[in-house]
């Protein structure tokens, strides 16, 4: 059975889906099967791994909406080894729809079935808001990756999204975890880096990853390639962060 792993933050921006896509690619390069869910209507998961938008015949809109099945809609990559459920701009409709279906918050688990046989980790990139579709997200998953950006306010909102947590955990999911809180967008040259990465290890405590992710321009021009950034520029920091961060996961899943 794959591990599900939600990458959450409601504030847009942070890093959630460069996480997805490149910690996905690294997990993919260490032999894992993994599947990728593009659960924010920008699609920006989906682009980054070269799925053209046009192309998307059915997507993660009909599977939460209309019942698709989720093997229905799941596409190769860019990246071998990593599959995708893609997302079109269709889903940005989806939040409102929800509202007025039944199971409005399991639609996502009740999805999985027997997909989760086929893969080892199920990444879930979700989109920057706390509204049904991260519900759906935090219901089937086992555990949340956070990834906070090293700025000012980096805290800001964080209980917001515990309390969120806290909830699912009460109403469908007690077994949520948190996967881990990953420093993403860290600039060395400042002391802020070296302030934020203590406040948020005060806060958080082992919970927070060896590894921290740099500020690296390869990383922002990958997406507009299709590609991982492995695949872009394998020498770059980025891709020796990513993959370093494919170690930890796997270590604490018990699997190097
Ligand atoms: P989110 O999914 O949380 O909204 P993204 O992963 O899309 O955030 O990142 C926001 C923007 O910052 C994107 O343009 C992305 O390419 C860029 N970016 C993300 N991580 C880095 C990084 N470590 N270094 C430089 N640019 C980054
Ligand atoms: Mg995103």
């Known amino acids: 059975m794959g591990s599900v792993i939600a990458l959450a933050n409601q504030k847009g921006g942070v890093g959630k889906t460069t996480t997805s896509v490149n910690l996905g690619a690294c997990l993919a390069e260490k032999g894992q099967r993994v599947l990728l869910i593009d659960l924010d209507p920008q699609g920006n998961a989906t682009s980054g791994l070269g799925v053209e938008k046009q192309n998307i015949k059915q997507s993660i809109y009909d599977v939460l909406i209309n019942e698709v099945p989720l093997a229905d809609v799941i596409q190769k990559t860019s990246h071998e080894g990593v599959d995708i459920a893609p997302t079109t701009i269709a889903l940005s409709g989806a939040e409102v729809e929800l509202t007025n ?3 409005r918050e399991t639609r996502l ?8 046989k086929n893969y080892d980790f199920i990444l879930i990139d979700c989109p920057p808001s706390l509204g049904l579709l991260t519900i759906n997200a935090f219901t089937a998953c086992d555990s ?6 090293s700025e000012y306010y980096a805290l800001e909102g964080l ?36 302030q934020v990465n203590s406040e948020v290890k005060k806060f958080f405590g082992d919970q927070v990853y060896d590894t921290i992710i740099p500020r690296n321009v390869r990383l ?14 394998k020498n770059s920091t980025g891709a020796r962060v990513y993959q370093q961060l494919a170690k930890e ?8």
């Open 220 to 233: 922002s021009e990958a997406p507009s390639h299709g590609l991982a950034i492995i695949d872009y520029d």
């Open 109 to 116: 688990k009740d999805a999985f079935g027997e997909i989760r």
């Open 159 to 194: 209980s917001q999204l515990l309390n969120t947590i806290k909830l699912v955990r009460k109403h469908f999911n007690p077994q949520l975890k948190i996967e881990g809180v990953l420093l993403t967008m860290f600039d060395r040259r400042t002391n802020l880096g070296q």
């Open 144 to 149: 949340i990756l956070i990834p906070v950006q």
């Open 249 to 256: 996961v796997l270590a604490n899943h018990g699997k190097e």
């Open 101 to 103: 279906l039944m199971a």
